[in-house]
């Protein structure tokens, strides 16, 4: 089996984020819908922000941003802080406790600036937790499985951040449920199953992960990341990694805050829209343990530059398919190219941090990973106001930028890939 010889520790690690990925991705369903049918139901559609006047895409756009705003400019400072502390666990803990009060919260949110808050307090939680996982799966990896351990994290991870949409299309559709203690609407049966998800897996980090034995961390006082590299005045890899890990999820969040367009373009309900949401990461369950093992053996940048020519067209004609079973197409070939992209590149991040640094390198990917994912909703609910095609074209331009940048600025940090790549000699 591909999860025979993972360690035990990154097994639980990715199944824990697995179950907590189900709970926090139902939001990407559910609060737009609860947004729109109970938090914002007002005449004309719309809304104020700020005092100004404001579509009603740009505030669920706005609610689905903050969260990965947050999420990602807190990253850096975390994994630095966990780096120092070597205290893992701890952060994974408090960060899962924050997400499960604050997802369970959502059914006593009555008002926008309350659903506000609560994205706060989510993504201040995703800030503590998700680079501090990723730097110990980092640390229980050698330089011989490190692709392989992140393929199997972020295939749970996806797995969870996949069906969750599409469990709560249906959650949300087949309410109310009658329950002992009364009638359940949909959306308070889908906020339920989130903060349960977090419970179980801040159980399952506090039974069975541990902090690996390690040397006291030489994080150092600034950022740890250049965005020059002083070898070659070229742009630091690291850096360049999370510039494209930006442009990649930039992609993937377009499709968030469409749903309301999407229904309309393609005649279709919310279990339509959650099973394209899951296309991608469908693809993702598929491709990404194997990716990330052969990138072990074959190399890192063959996989990160195959995965961006990918992804600019997979994009683009996002904006043009006219039905849902084109767009389900379009989604899945999405996320193979994802999948090319995203275990190398945390990967060949990990190839070059040292002993100490972890958090603080692998920060940088994660930190881009939750802004883009944060940049894309807020983007795409501007730009479609423009035009259907207008979200995805911009999403498919940002994705060739990350091909030039991964193709002139990445080198390859497998050793023997230059020989398993290079011809044979001749006798």
């Known amino acids: 089996m591909a999860l025979l010889g993972t360690d035990r520790r990154v097994l639980t690690l990715a199944f824990a984020r697995m179950i907590d990925a189900v709970g926090n991705s139902f939001l990407i369903v559910v609060l737009p819908q609860f947004l729109d049918e109970v938090v914002l139901d007002v005449p004309g559609g719309g809304g104020r922000l700020l005092g100004v006047a404001v579509a009603q895409s740009v505030l669920i756009g706005v609610a689905l941003s903050l969260f990965g705003f947050l999420n990602s400019f807190g990253q850096p400072f975390a994994g630095r802080l966990s780096d120092r502390t070597g205290k893992r666990k701890a952060f994974i803990l408090v960060g899962l406790a924050l997400l499960g009060v604050a997802s369970g919260a959502y059914v006593f949110a009555d008002s926008y600036a309350a659903v506000l808050g609560l994205r706060m307090l989510q993504g201040v939680g995703a800030a503590l937790a998700i680079p501090a996982t990723v730097a110990l799966v980092n640390e229980l990896a050698t330089d011989a499985t490190r692709g392989g351990n992140f393929g199997v994290f972020n295939t749970f991870r996806l797995i969870g951040f996949g069906f969750g949409p599409l469990v709560a299309g249906f959650l949300v559709e087949l309410g109310p449920y009658a329950t002992p203690a009364g009638t359940v609407s949909g959306f308070t049966a889908a906020f339920g199953v989130a903060a349960l998800g977090a419970a179980t897996s801040f159980g399952l980090v506090a039974a069975f992960v541990s902090d690996p034995e390690r040397t006291k961390a030489r994080a150092g006082d600034e950022l740890g990341v250049s965005?020059?590299?002083?070898?070659?005045?070229?742009?630091?890899?690291?850096?360049?990694?999370?510039?494209?890990?930006?442009?990649?999820?930039?992609?993937?969040?377009?499709?968030?805050?469409?749903?309301?367009?999407?229904?309309?373009?393609?005649?279709?309900?919310?279990?339509?829209?959650?099973?394209?949401?899951?296309?991608?990461?469908?693809?993702?369950?598929?491709?990404?343990?194997?990716?990330?093992?052969a990138s072990d053996t074959y190399g890192r940048r063959p996989f990160l530059v195959a995965g961006f020519v990918l992804l600019?067209?997979?994009?683009?004609?996002?904006?043009?398919?006219t039905t849902p079973a084109g767009m389900v197409a379009a989604r899945f070939v999405q996320g193979v190219a994802v999948a090319m992209v995203f275990a190398p590149s945390l990967a060949l991040a990990g190839d070059l941090a040292k002993e100490g640094e972890s958090g603080t390198k692998l920060s940088i990917l994660t930190m881009a990973f939750g802004l883009g994912t944060a940049i894309g909703?807020?983007?795409?609910?501007?730009?479609?106001?423009?035009?259907?095609?207008?979200?995805?074209?911009?999403?498919?331009?940002?994705?060739?930028?990350?091909?030039?940048?991964?193709?002139?600025?990445?080198?390859e940090t497998v050793p023997e890939a230059e020989e398993i790549a290079a011809p044979a000699p001749q006798d």
Not at 312 to 321: D, E, I, R, T
Not at 391 to 408: K, M
């Open 227 to 293: 965005v020059t590299d002083p070898e070659d005045r070229g742009l630091d890899p690291v850096f360049t990694l999370g510039l494209a890990t930006l442009f990649m999820a930039i992609g993937i969040g377009l499709f968030a805050t469409l749903e309301p367009q999407l229904s309309e373009r393609l005649r279709q309900g919310s279990v339509l829209f959650g099973l394209e949401f899951a296309a991608v990461v469908i693809a993702n369950v598929v491709f990404q343990v194997p990716v990330g093992r």
């Open 312 to 321: 600019v067209p997979s994009l683009l004609v996002q904006g043009f398919v």
């Open 377 to 411: 909703p807020l983007s795409s609910g501007f730009l479609v106001t423009f035009g259907f095609v207008w979200p995805f074209a911009f999403g498919s331009a940002l994705a060739a930028v990350g091909l030039v940048l991964v193709y002139t600025q990445v080198e």
